[in-house]
């Protein structure tokens, strides 16, 4: 697998258990050429010349003569979903087979660089990750990590964009958990990934940094991790008290008259809304930035008391500050 970059690995693994794995039970796939393979305590008696019609790497495995072959790196139920793979003609659409089982057989693939099942294997993946109704709507974490990491060792860099955005859009909607895109994105120096599930993370943890209580998770996250949230929680607290006291600016409108007047009452408003926020963390920028501008867009003294050019150049000014905070989220976390 890709070395990976970081100071704690992931406690999530490539493994999956879609295959219950017998202990001391030999599976058989005779030929003329039937050798025995080994993998954790499962035996497959296999026929060597299909696999090595297939890769290299096996031509020189079965160039030694014990019995069995011991293979590692992966797990028996990964090498059992390759071994099924490497068996079936024809090989079925990847439309039939879930996404842990196409991660086993392109992982076990990538390892013995098996050529054919790489490619169907990696095109499967692509059509389910970019399908309209993508299974990674609901997917577990652990199935983001092997995805990750399986766009990582395939050089994959539009898989992976793709992958992150699906993960993130799940993360800010807190229907998974950050950690595990913190820890994989800092392996694999994903910065885009890493900034936002920081920031979900501090969002979700900003109530105890507030009262000094320990974090719950950072048993999982290094201490260099854990650093980082802490600098988002002060440099993230700071930028919402600043912006509390003077809204994002905005340029007076070329048709507008009263630009003085449109800012009084522009800040105003303002002020009352911000102050309206309070249902979102003092942390959670983003959201308070969002709330004010759907709320300000709504206001009906903003919309009889300002010019409707000035309005818009106001409310745009907020849509840029928010744009401007998720693409420097970095800074806030000193990464």
Known sequence: MVAARGQRS?????????????????????????????VQNMRFKVNANILR???????NIFKSQDSPVVLSGHTAAQFRAFLWAVYAHPLPSAKTLD???????????FKYDFDSLKRWSMDGIRMKVNAPNTPLRTAPSETFVRLIRLAMLYRDADLSRSIQSKWLTRIHWH???????????DAYDLRHLL??????????????????KRLMDDSLLSPTQT???????????????QLQETPPAF????????????????AARWALETGR???????????????????????ELVKSCMTEGCRREALDAIARKRGEVSDNLQHHFDL
């Open 175 to 185: 229907d998974l958990p950050p950690v595990p895109a913190i820890l994989i994105a």
């Open 53 to 59: 019609a297939g890769s290299s790497s096996f031509k």
């Open 99 to 109: 996404i842990p089982r196409l991660c086993s057989i392109a992982e076990v693939s």
């Open 195 to 212: 900034c936002h599930a920081y920031y979900v993370h501090l969002v979700d943890v900003s109530a105890l940094i507030a009262d000094g």
């Open 10 to 38: 992931t406690p999530y693994s490539m493994t999956t258990s879609e295959c219950p794995i017998p202990l001391r039970r030999t599976l058989s796939y005779p030929g003329d050429d039937d050798r025995v393979i080994r």
């Open 227 to 241: 650093l980082h949230v802490f600098c988002g929680y002060h440099s993230l607290s700071a930028l919402w008290r």
């Open 277 to 299: 926020s309070w249902a979102f963390a003092p942390v959670d920028v983003l959201c308070r930035l969002l709330f004010m501008e759907r709320h300000l867009e709504m206001d």
């Open 251 to 266: 340029s007076a409108h070329p048709q507008c008259t009263s630009h003085a007047r449109c800012q009084v009452v522009w």
